[in-house]
């Protein structure tokens, strides 16, 4: 039996989970893994990870009644990584992977992006962690390609190696150029420039959640008599206090059926996040499939399978036809991160 260290870090919440890893018999095949013990801790309440390992370990073996012998780890870190180092954005934690194997007695450890945990966690995705939009064959040998909006937008893309695995490569495609297809989507970006006096606006500012606030804000001001006085108000307790999440506000009216103004929003960002998928799918083929991650697509599931998101993954022109043979599916599983830092981690 071999124990691995899988986590999960967050500027909010760092979740770690200890797996049995199986080796397969067949190269080719993915490792069995079991979970023994899972746990979340508040980030921001450690001033590094160790700690916070330590005390996840102690209590594991506590948990478990048995000693516990960790011989690797693998940490999908939410910030940069570069050369097993990373300096965590909404932390004050520097982590490199040779300080946390001398100090928590691990023969490896790798810090990866967390984008790049969850490219490689759809390897070990089951039937039903997945809800599928286009469903059509997948093509053995062909890269796979992940994006997914949540605070900002992430997107990352695998490629298949003789060994039958595959590699993950992250990306910073989220800040390419927003490329407006519409006369509404040239009026946004208008705003957006001038409302933050930007030269430029990315895509990730339109396909996340600060992109879903962007689009309310901006039609709030173009169709002042189009808000409901419920989202007026919403909107004015976000504005002053801050308090209320109103990209979550806006949605969840959206499935509510009930506010045109919200629906008018989600209906541009879920067509801004499918051209979006259908870019990133032209220059990479995934044959394999393309998989939609991040904290909104799940909560929005119902939205996403109206077609929208489809109509503007497959509007490219003369390559219209390529994007139609390609696998879409929305990830469900919201511990696709953790899977993936075990799955390397094992690697």
Not at 304 to 309: S, V
């Amino acid at each position: 039996m071999t124990v691995l260290l899988a986590g999960d870090i967050g500027g909010t919440k760092t979740i770690l989970r200890l797996v049995n890893s199986e080796t397969p018999k067949e190269v080719k095949n993915l490792p069995q893994q079991t979970t023994l013990y899972e746990k979340s801790y508040p980030s921001q309440q450690y001033n590094d990870l160790v700690p916070i390992v330590k005390e996840f370990l102690k209590e594991a073996q506590q948990e478990l009644e048995q000693k516990i012998n960790v011989e690797k780890g693998c940490f999908g870190i939410a910030g940069p990584v570069v050369e097993n180092a990373s300096e965590l954005t909404n932390l004050s934690w520097s982590l490199t992977s040779d300080r946390l194997e001398k100090q928590l007695s691990l023969e490896r450890v790798n810090l990866i992006n967390d984008f790049a945990a969850i490219g490689y966690g759809i390897l070990g995705l089951k039937k039903d962690d997945v809800c599928t939009l286009q469903d059509t064959e997948p093509k053995l040998n062909t890269p796979m390609a992940v994006l997914g909006a949540g605070t900002g937008l992430g997107e990352c893309f695998l490629t298949p190696l003789s060994s039958g695995h595959y590699h993950v490569f992250s990306s910073e495609g989220s800040h390419g150029d927003f490329a407006p297809r519409n006369q509404l989507e040239f009026e946004l970006l208008t705003y957006i420039k001038d409302k933050y006096n930007l030269q430029r606006v990315s895509i990730e500012r339109i396909v996340s959640g600060m992109g879903i606030r962007a689009i309310y804000q901006f039609l709030r001001s173009k169709y002042p008599e189009k808000e409901s006085e419920q989202l007026k108000e919403i909107y004015q307790a976000w504005e002053n206090e801050k308090k209320v999440d109103l990209s979550a506000e806006v949605s969840k009216a959206a499935m509510e059926n009930n506010d045109a103004l919200c629906q008018q929003t989600m209906e541009m960002f879920i067509s801004a996040y499918g051209a979006e998928a259908g870019n990133l799918a032209l220059k990479v083929l995934p044959y394999g499939g393309v998989y939609i991650a991040g904290g909104i697509a799940a909560k929005i599931l119902t939205l996403l399978k109206k077609g929208t998101f489809l109509e503007s993954f497959k509007a490219k022109g003369r390559m219209s036809s390529l994007l139609s043979k390609m696998p879409v599916h929305v990830i469900l599983n919201p511990k696709v991160g953790l899977i993936g830092a075990a799955l390397r981690a094992a690697q």
